[in-house]
């Protein structure tokens, strides 16, 4: 009977540490060195580019808050602007209305430096023995969120924030930890397994995020 009940316990702690090694861990890649002073896209003759290739206009329109929604993202990574390809940067705006949340998720790729521009915003991140570290910051502060961890950010003023997030990747990825786990078809008994809940609770889940 033990050694079942072991080996249920074996099976049981190895599939959370497959979910967590997946989830939680970053991928440890970074940005190809370049070996020229800056990145020409293939087929671009170098001799047409000029100062526009080094300028972004993606931030002139904010970032696009459309009601209902209370948060949202401009990113201005190597997708969006060409040169930074290569660089080992890029930014973001972030917008928060008052109750505006930027829920669970990691940059598998880059460190991000968040820096508030208004308001006040309460930021966590989660190491991985799973400590939190939070704090509310105020206009002019900057907080880290090291390359990989778990982080979110939560307006919870009456007032709408305004921060700029720096990545040290010029793509740093986004994996949203929700959408990561229950949208993306891993096998029920693994998540029913992984979060010790029994089926309805996983299909409620799964629907909730279903795009
Ligand atoms: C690149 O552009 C320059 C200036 O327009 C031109 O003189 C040159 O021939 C072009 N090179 C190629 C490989 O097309
Ligand atoms: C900003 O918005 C205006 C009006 O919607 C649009 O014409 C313009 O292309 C946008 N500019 C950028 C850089 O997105
Ligand atoms: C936010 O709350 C503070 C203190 O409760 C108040 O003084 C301020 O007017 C409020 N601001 C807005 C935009 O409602
Ligand atoms: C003024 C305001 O909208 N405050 C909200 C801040 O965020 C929390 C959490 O979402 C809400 O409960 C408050 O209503």
Same mark, same amino acid.
Request: hydrophobic share 35%.
């Given at each position: 009977m033990r050694s079942i009940w072991l080996r249920r316990m074996a099976a049981r702690m190895a599939l959370v540490v497959v979910l967590l090694v997946g989830v939680v861990l970053p991928a440890r890649a970074s940005d190809p060195?370049? /070996? /020229?002073?800056?990145?020409?896209?293939e087929g671009t003759n170098k001799s047409t580019i000029t100062g526009e290739y080094f300028t972004s206009t993606i931030l002139r329109n904010g970032t696009g808050l459309a009601s209902p929604a209370k948060y949202a993202i401009k990113r201005v990574n190597s997708d969006a602007f060409t040169a930074l390809t290569g660089l080992g940067i890029s930014t973001a705006l972030l917008e928060y209305l008052p109750g505006g949340i930027n829920t669970l998720h990691t940059h598998p790729r880059?460190?991000?430096?968040? /820096?508030v521009v208004t308001g006040e915003l309460n930021v966590g991140l989660v190491d991985s023995g799973n400590k939190l570290y939070t704090n509310v910051l105020q206009k002019g502060d900057i907080f880290v969120f090291p390359k990989g961890l778990v982080?979110?950010?939560?307006?919870?003023?009456n007032e709408t924030v305004y921060a700029y997030a720096a990545f040290s990747s010029s793509n740093p990825g986004t994996i949203s930890l929700p959408g990561n786990i229950f949208a993306s078809g891993i096998e029920d008994v693994v998540l029913e397994t992984a979060f010790k809940v029994d089926n309805s609770i996983i299909d409620q889940l799964q629907a909730a995020l279903a795009v």
């Open positions: 060195e370049l /070996t /020229t002073d800056f990145f020409v896209p880059g460190t991000e430096m968040l /820096t982080h979110y950010q939560i307006n919870l003023s």
